[in-house]
């Protein structure tokens, strides 16, 4: 499946007002330790290795156009079972999983720490993020199985988002925050590599 998403600032009040009347379905501490190499040969393609909560993760993008137009929307492909991101990154399955990546160059940075409460509307997840620090994002998120249903799914999301309330952008979400602040030669590498584009505010 490939999620399409968008994230949107917020504070109480309005992420209050985009989840009124929803079914909270669950409420995560989140801790999300990233892997990468020296030269940062996943990220700098907008692929994130990551295990959150225990659990490993990959998501990789799915790319539309030149990256340094800038997108509005967040399209990846996550997968989840380990035997499936050992073939993705072309790693060995004779090994513990943490052990294959740290032999293949992977380091772990981070952590990355989110309060978040989930909701449903039909294909729809809202997700209300709380960082540290006082910051709120509002992430809408609706799947599609093919490519090319994207851009409808984008289209539905826009509509459900703006009767939601929610209507300023997120320009930049905790990972590119937590790498400005944490880790400025990979921000850097991030940007001449387009995965941080020209709109991130400075």
Do not use: C
């Amino acid at each position: 499946m490939i999620e399409v998403e968008k994230k949107f600032e917020a504070d109480e009040a309005l992420a209050a007002r985009a989840v009124k009347g929803l079914e909270r379905k669950k409420t995560i501490h989140l801790e999300d330790i990233y892997y990468e190499t020296s030269d940062f040969a996943l990220t700098s393609k907008d692929n994130w290795l990551r295990n959150r909560n225990g659990r490993f993760e990959l998501k990789m993008a799915v790319l539309r156009g030149d990256r340094n137009t800038r997108h509005p929307y967040d399209n990846y492909k996550e997968i989840e079972e380990e035997n499936a991101i050992r073939d993705e990154l072309s790693l060995p399955r004779d090994l513990p999983f943490a052990e294959t990546i740290s032999q293949a160059g992977y380091a772990p940075f981070g952590p990355i720490i989110t309060d978040r409460a989930e909701y449903k509307d039909g294909a729809f997840t809202i997700d209300v993020d709380h960082l540290p620090g006082g910051r709120i994002i509002v992430e809408v998120e609706t799947l599609v199985e093919k490519n090319k249903d994207i851009t409808a799914a984008e289209e539905r999301l826009a509509s459900f988002a703006k009767k939601r309330g929610l209507s300023k952008e997120a320009h930049y979400g905790k990972i590119f925050e937590f790498l400005k602040i944490n880790r400025p030669e990979h921000y850097q590498a991030l940007k001449a590599a387009g995965v941080i584009d020209k709109y991130y505010p400075e």
